[in-house]
């Protein structure tokens, strides 16, 4: 009668624990290979809780972590009136530090014009100096 291979390695591998550890460590052994295959299984088990609650959609890991509270629609802000071409006449002339009391609207287009594009000095007279010195 002769051994089969896988025989021949299951006896070969208890003789080499037995001599490696010894008899003392052997109960030791056996106890922590069993408590690392109950790990295992409750490991496994656990995991084919969460494939299946994934599976049927109740799953934990779906919800969302903080459920926010049901949209309540903004506020309608109120939308400008477009501006009339008099109105940003004026703001323009104000911003130009022109006063506007008592005037028509070709009035204040016309000191818009003067402030914005200035006559370009006459001939007789020299350009204002860059160095603040007067002219000689």
């Not at 106890?31 to 295959?37: E, F, N, P, V, Y």
């Not at 496994?44 to 049901?70: H, M, Y």
């Not at 400008?80 to 703001?91: A, V, W, Y």
């Amino acid at each position: 009668m002769a051994l089969d291979p896988l025989e021949f390695g299951t006896i070969a591998a208890i003789l080499l624990v037995f001599f490696l550890w010894g008899p003392q460590k052997i109960p030791e052994l056996a106890r922590m290979l069993a408590q690392a295959r109950r790990e295992f299984d409750n490991a496994s088990r656990e995991f084919q809780k969460v494939s299946t609650s994934i599976q049927d959609g109740t799953s934990p890991f779906l919800a969302p972590s903080n459920p926010l509270p049901p949209a309540t629609p903004a506020p309608a802000l109120p939308q400008p009136t477009p501006k009339t071409g008099d109105q940003l006449l004026i703001e323009a002339a104000r911003r130009l530090g022109i006063s506007t009391g008592g005037k028509t609207r070709e009035q204040i287009q016309e000191e818009i014009i003067a402030v914005a594009h200035p006559p370009p000095p006459s001939e007789g007279t020299q350009p204002p100096s860059k160095s603040g010195d007067p002219p000689a």
